[in-house]
């Protein structure tokens, strides 16, 4: 009789206390996986005092966005200050603002214009053609203004003094930044929006 050909060498089981121990392990290593997250969530969020921001845009919704009917807030994006002729401190804080956070733009900043609403006492054009060169300044109260008074009441009255607002190139008026927090909240925001948008 011929020998069978020699099989080839089994690994050595193991033994039976072996086996529970490698599933639980097995088990508990799956476990961790899943609920670890949770866990560490839930640690952070009851006893660590963080929250998740709620939103990531630095400046005031206006909600529902209110829709301007003049031409000149179509085809652009827009940053928009509303304010006296005469121009203030706060106006000349504000309008300055809004030139650094235009520069900010570099490349995108072909895409945005920068309007000036007077709403009385116009204009110290002087100043503004010097020192704001490509500032579009409309007198509302003009007879002939692209925006006329009744128009103005589209934006919020609150803290006007301070406020910078962006309106999209439909025309929406959709947010409002104060000139008093950090610049980089708007210039951060305003390269998301032209970067996420095919229009303007």
């Known amino acids: 009789m011929m020998a069978a050909p020699n099989s080839p060498a089994r690994p050595p089981a193991p033994p039976p206390a072996a086996v529970p121990e490698r599933r639980r392990l097995t088990l508990a290593l799956l476990a961790l996986a899943f609920f670890g997250p949770l866990l560490l969530a839930f640690g952070l969020y009851y006893f660590s005092g963080w ?5 990531s845009n630095h400046g005031e919704l206006i909600d529902p966005p209110r829709t301007l009917s003049s031409s000149l807030f179509h085809g ?22 809004m030139r650094q956070t235009h ?9 945005v214009q920068r309007v000036f609403l007077v709403t009385g006492q116009c204009c110290d054009r002087a100043y503004l053609a010097h ?9 509302t109260a003009d007879g002939n203004a692209a925006v006329k008074p009744a128009l103005l009441a589209a934006f919020p009255p609150q803290q006007r003094a301070t406020g910078i607002f962006i309106v999209d190139p439909r025309g929406n008026l959709m947010m409002r930044y104060d000139s ?20 303007g």
Do not use: F, M
Request: charged share 20%; aromatic share 8%; proline share 8%.
């Open 51 to 55: 929250r998740p921001p709620g939103h």
């Open 76 to 97: 652009k994006w827009s940053l928009v200050y509303v304010g006296s002729g005469q121009c203030d401190a706060d106006c000349r804080n504000t309008l300055y603002y």
């Open 103 to 111: 520069r900010g733009l570099g490349r995108l900043s072909d895409r």
């Open 131 to 139: 020192t704001y060169p490509h500032l579009t300044t409309v007198n």
């Open 180 to 199: 008093h927090a950090p610049p980089e909240g708007l210039l951060e925001d305003l390269k998301k929006l032209l970067n996420l948008s095919s229009i």
